[in-house]
Every structure is written in C-alpha cells, then in structure tokens.
C-alpha cells in the first residue's frame, strides 16, 4: 500500500496526521487551562471585591475623620460664645465662617456629604445646607455613633451619624446621600454589584444595572460570615456570588457574575482554533498539489520576508534561494527593501524632530506674565494671610509648570490634557473670579491618547483674544462626544468673537502651509498642523466665532489610521 502512494500523497497524509494530532493536543490543553482559569477568576473576584470593599471603608472613615477634626475647629468652639457675648454682626458673621468651613469639609471628599451643627445650650443649627442653618432648632432623634438609613417620604435616602463632640456640649451628624454609593458601585464594571445593609435591611443598587427582584432575594440569605465565595444555580445557569462585609458598618459588598461570560469566550477561541486548523489543513492540501518542490520552498520564503515587511519589519530580507530565478527576485526585493527602509527612516526621523520642535517652540511660548502675575497673586495674599488662597494657587501653579516642562514625556492623553487646562483655568479663576469654566467630557473620551500641549494655547487664546476683551464676566466650556468615526472636544468662551473677516484671515492662517503676513500668534497653527501629523490629514482644528458672542474651537480626531500609518510611530517614540 505504501509503495503505491506518491511523495505528494505520502506529504497530504503526513499533513492530515500532524493537524490531528494539533487539534487533540489543544483540546487536552484546552480543558486543563478552563480548570486553571477558574481558580484564578476565583482568586482575582476575591481581590476586586475585596479593594472595593476596602474604598467603601475608607470613604465612611474620611468622613468621619473630617467631622471629629472639624469639631476640634477654634470657630467652632467659640461659636457659643460669641452668640452669648457678641452683637449681631459678629454672630452672623461667624456663623457664615462656620458654614463656608463645613461647606470645604463637604468637598473635601468624593461624595457630596451634608454636615450639621447642634448646639444644644444655644438651641443653634450650622449646617453646610444654608436651609437648615437658618431653620428650627431640631435635634435629630437616632442612636448615637451609628450609622443609619433614613428614608422619609419623598426625599432622597441617605445614611446619618450622630455623635457628640468630647469638647463640649455640641453634637455633630453627617449625612451621605445613598446616590455617592451609587456612583461607587458604578465604578465597579466587572460583574453585577450590589450593597446590602443587614441592620437596616436595605439594598442599595447600581440605578443602571439593577439585579431582579427574584435574584436579590435568592442572594441575601446566602451572605453568612465577613465573607464568601459561592456558585449559584439559577434556572440552569450558574453564577458565580462574592461577598465581603465593610470593617465600619454591616454593610456587604456582593458582585453577581454569570460564569458564562468568563468561559464563553475560552470556548469561542477553542471553536475558532479548530476552524483555522481545518481551513490551513484544506489550504496545504490544495497548496502541495499545486506547486512543487523547487518552487514552493522559495516562494515561500520570499513570502515570508514580504509579510514582515508589510507589517512593519522594514529590516526584512531574502537569502538562501537556490533557484537562479527566484534569487533574482530576491535581490531585487532586498534592494526594494532597503531604499524604503532608508526612506521610511528619513520620513519619521524628520517628522518627529519638527513634532519635538514645535512642542519646544509652544514650550518657550509661555508667557512670562502670566508667571508673574501668579507670584504677584501669592504675594498679595500671603500678606494679608490668605494662606487657602496662597496653597491653592501653590498647588495649581506647581501641577501646571510640571506638566508643561515635562519634555521628557512628550505624549499625553486627553484625561491629562483636561487635568492641565482645569489648572490653568482654576489659576486664571482665582486672579479673576469673573472667568468661569466647566468642563464635561465622558470618561471613554478621556482614555485617548493625544499630543502634548494640545487643548492649553486654545484656551489661553478664549482668555486672552475672547473674554479679556469682552465686557461682563466670562465663561469657558470643554464638551466632548464621540462616533464610531471620530471624537471631538468643541471649546467655547462667551467673549468678544470675531468678525467675519477676522475669522477667515484666522481659518488661512491655521490651514496654510505658511503663516499669514500679520497675524502673529502661532498657537492654533500649531494645533492644527500638530493633529494632522498625528493622526491623519481629516483631523485638525476648526474655528467658528460669532462678533460679540463668542468663539468656539472645535478639535476633530480621526479614530481610523490609514489617513497617517507612521503616526503610531511616531507617536510611541
């Protein structure tokens, strides 16, 4: 029988051998790996339940630590005082000095708490809710020490503490809004969260992923202990319950996961593999019939030295072809190679030098002024012991300086780029309270990456060509949104606009290959020309201004790549 087959059909039957034994060998491997996997996602569950649990603490724990330091407050203590011996300026005035302190102790934390003063004696209420500052004097009736959930009838739920200050006789209660553990649990993207309180008997869900009613009350009843891992059945499916309980409250963090979605995509790439083995075994077959051996071997190499060229292995090159023929299209490959190698080299050499040269150029840009009149600003306040103020635009400055002369990380992304710009415009705030900003851009949009100093130069031009030239206060906005296509960031400022001819010498001016005689200010060119070496020429900066109402900067950023394919190098080095 052997000696009837052909070297092609021995080679055929050879191949049919080695992709079996492939598949069979996977699928062993396969299932040993599921096994393996499981223990780890058990392992690695316990740990993201378990720092969340660990967040949940330390939010109850700043909270409470800001409220026994705020007791300890001079203002605070004296408060009795002067509503005794004080006139009725001092007392208004030192209760408006308490309230803007527990407002900052409020906005100290990331969840937006309400903290309110009982003086007993007095029968007084401060709170960092105006309302109840000036309201009747009410002592909340609860346990002291103990967190617990009201949940009166049209109002919001939230937890409350009441204690009483070791200082004298003034009690303190705080308030967390149950929506601040909302947006904790929506932090949470890996399963299905959810918070049980077991002395209340409340459970505080994710509002845009909620769990049934059915399941909430099948998973209550299984949390026993400090913590747990248990797999549930439901309706044939199984789920994988992890729990753990808050050091502070008795308070659970569960996460309720389908163990489906951790398997299926095992399975899919299993299906996937054995798919790809079945379609290489019917194109080897087909590819030994066709060619023969004094061709196959070189075809192959020189196909092999052109894929790594095309994906990016410029240095690729043909040797050892036997043939005379193929060793002539190999020497004329190799030559091929090494001019656009060369050339390739040359282009991205030079489009990162003037990409570096220009952020150098922006760099040197900034003005000194504005330096100055930030050390003015300390000063000034520093003299009269604004020592808020004087830390505050410390801290700024510090944050703003370090990014901008930071040369050695040239790239940036868009989160870094807005923290920057909300610096820079918190600095100019704080010089001129009528310049106001806001900032609201999505969380999927912060993630991209983008060049340095992209978003400062149109904001200082809103300042300085929009709102300091414009009469009444003044106000920057930094939306954001997002298409399969594109994102954009659109940059407003309400000041005093341009004209239409202002603007089309502007709109040249951006696009130009050269700078327009007369306009002078390189910042939006170089944004421009900036985002189109990085990602492609439909990416770039637009301008549009209305006289007297405004500017708006409208960045647009291609999320496809084969407008630029050397931009991710260029980029990345």
């Known amino acids: 029988m052997s000696q009837r087959l052909s070297i092609f ?31 780890e996602l058990k392992n690695n569950k316990i ?127 705080t308030r967390v809004p149950l929506d601040s553990l909302r947006r904790l649990l929506q932090q949470y993207t890996s399963g299905t969260p959810l918070l049980y309180d077991a002395m209340n008997d409340v459970v505080i869900q994710n509002s845009s992923d909620p769990l049934s009613a059915e399941a909430t009350q099948r998973i209550i009843p299984l949390l026993q202990g400090d913590q747990g891992f248990l797999t ?82 410029y240095s690729s090159r043909v040797s050892d072809l036997n043939s005379s023929e193929f060793r002539m299209l190999g020497n004329s490959f190799n030559r091929m190679a090494e001019n656009a190698q060369r050339l390739i080299e040359q282009v991205l050499v030079g489009e990162l030098d003037i990409r570096e040269a220009r952020l150098r150029q922006y760099q040197a840009q900034i003005n000194p002024h504005f330096l100055y009149n930030c050390l003015n600003f300390i000063q000034s306040k520093a003299s009269v012991e604004d020592y808020e103020a004087v830390s505050a635009m410390t801290l700024h400055l510090g944050s703003y300086c370090r990014y901008v002369h930071n040369i050695e990380q040239p790239d940036s992304t868009v989160e870094q780029e807005l923290v920057m710009v909300e610096h820079y415009l918190s600095i100019m705030h704080m010089r001129k309270r009528s310049i106001t900003f806001s ?52 940059i407003r400022d309400n000041g005093a606009g341009m004209s239409e001819e202002r603007l ?37 900066l637009a301008i549009e201004s209305t006289l007297s109402e405004g500017t708006a900067y409208l960045l647009t950023i291609q999320n496809e790549k084969e407008e630029n394919p050397y931009a991710a190098a260029i980029i990345g080095r």
């Open 439 to 490: 900032i609201a851009v999505s969380e999927a949009i912060r993630r991209y990456p983008l060049p340095k100093m992209i978003l400062q130069p149109l904001v200082e031009n809103c300042i300085k060509h929009g709102i300091e030239t414009a009469v009444g206060p003044g106000k920057i906005s930094i939306e954001g949104e997002e298409d399969e296509q594109q994102f954009r960031i659109v």
């Open 504 to 540: 089309a010498s502007v709109r040249k001016h951006i696009d130009g290959l050269t700078a327009t005689e007369g306009l002078s200010g390189t910042g939006t060119r170089n944004v421009n020309q900036r985002l189109r070496l990085f990602f492609g020429k439909r990416s770039g």
């Open 9 to 39: 059909q021995k080679l055929m039957l050879g191949l049919v051998l080695m992709f079996l034994m492939i598949v069979a060998v996977f699928w062993l491997v396969y299932r040993l790996n599921v096994n393996d996997i499981q223990k």
């Open 232 to 313: 549930v059945d439901e309706n044939g499916t199984q789920y994988l319950l992890n729990y753990m309980k808050s050091d502070m409250l008795d308070l659970y963090f569960v996460d309720y996961h389908p163990m489906l979605q951790f398997i299926e995509p095992l399975s899919r790439n299993n299906t996937i593999f054995v798919c790809s083995i079945v379609l290489l075994l019917l194109l080897s077959l087909i590819y030994t019939l066709v060619l023969r051996r004094q061709v196959q071997k070189p075809v192959i190499t020189l196909r092999q030295a052109i894929g790594r060229f095309d994906r990016g292995d």
């Open 47 to 173: 740990a993201e339940v378990k720092f969340m649990t660990s967040q949940l603490t330390s939010h109850f724990e700043q909270v409470l630590m800001n409220t026994t330091t705020l007791s300890e407050d001079q203002s605070v203590r004296s408060y009795p005082y002067i509503l005794v011996n004080g006139d009725q300026y001092s007392k208004y005035e030192a209760k408006l000095n308490i309230i803007n302190k527990l407002a900052l102790t409020s906005a100290s934390t990331s969840w937006n708490v309400l903290i309110t003063l009982y003086y007993t004696d007095q029968l007084e209420t401060v709170s960092s809710d105006s309302s109840l500052s000036f309201s009747r004097f009410s002592l909340p009736v609860q346990p002291r020490d103990k967190w617990i959930i009201h949940s009166e009838d049209n109002q919001p739920k939230y937890y409350s503490i009441l204690s009483k200050s070791y200082l004298g006789p003034i009690y303190l209660e």
